[in-house]
């Protein structure tokens, strides 16, 4: 039986070598193949977005605030903090440089923003990219701990940032924020000003928002759905109207992008 076997075996390498390939065979073949680009493809560019993210970081550091530019889309959006939004890459650059100065580091300048916990996903086309990552900001001002979700997009086969969303979880002086936390969502902070008003009212700690995911539980495949409870949420002061107003803008939108499916509009 095993001489048997063996033949079978010779015969069926030597018809694959001849160029004898069943069909049913090289559909699999070819499909798995396929199957396995792809697979490669998604990783690298999930890669490719990670290094992007961080490059980003580094640009904010010694204050490249052009090349940082460059990074973004044409009609990208910039929220940082609770300042509002700047739409389109000229606006960006145009914030960095009216809110901190001209290109390069300067003197008795410190920032250093290191960037971990970074989960990446790409959709199913190939075409459109996300990233939750926390930062830990060092700089002249103090300690801060912005969140990201970020969007980004495959312009001829490179990426580029589509969406900058940095809502902060705290924010502090050299003091400590175990005495001295700070809230940096001041939409007037820096000129100039937003082109829209922010997309989230939140506070920062000691009160807290939860940033929405955009992926779902990796394991039960179910959204997370936030606290929307009026902890951290602040326009005005409370029990007047803007307050209540305020708390319908952002807290009950559902930001949940399912993994490697098509971007939802």
Request: hydrophobic share 35%; no cysteine.
């Amino acid at each position: 039986m095993k001489h048997i076997n063996r033949i079978r075996i010779a015969l069926a390498a030597i018809t694959v070598a001849a160029g004898f390939v069943p069909t049913a065979f090289a559909q699999s073949a070819g499909q798995r193949l396929d199957a396995l680009d792809a697979r490669i493809t998604r990783l690298e560019d999930m890669n490719q977005i990670e290094r992007l993210q961080r490059t980003y970081g580094y640009f904010v550091d010694k204050s490249q605030w052009t090349p940082l530019s460059e990074l973004f889309t044409d009609d990208a959006t910039l929220e940082i903090g609770g300042k509002g939004l700047f739409l389109g890459k000229s606006r960006v650059l145009e914030y960095m440089h009216r809110a901190f100065g001209p290109d390069g580091a300067k003197e008795g300048s410190l920032a250093n923003h290191m960037q971990f916990q970074s989960i990446p996903d790409i959709s199913a086309d190939g075409r459109t990219g996300w990233i939750r990552s926390r930062a830990y900001v060092m700089s002249v001002g103090g300690w801060g701990l912005p969140l990201y979700e970020n969007e980004y997009r495959k312009e001829n086969g490179v990426w580029k940032i589509s969406r900058l969303s940095g809502p902060f979880t705290m924010y502090t002086n050299w003091e400590g924020w175990a005495k001295n936390a700070l809230n940096n969502t001041w939409p007037d902070k820096f000129e100039p000003p937003p082109d829209l008003p922010p997309s989230t009212v939140y506070l920062t700690y000691p009160a807290y928002y939860i940033i929405p995911f955009h992926f779902p539980n990796p394991v039960t495949g179910r959204a997370f759905r936030p606290d929307v409870g009026q902890v951290g949420a602040y326009a005005a002061p409370p029990g007047t109207k803007a307050q209540a107003d305020s708390l319908k803008v952002g807290r009950l939108a559902d930001g949940t992008q399912p993994i490697a499916e098509p971007p939802r509009n």
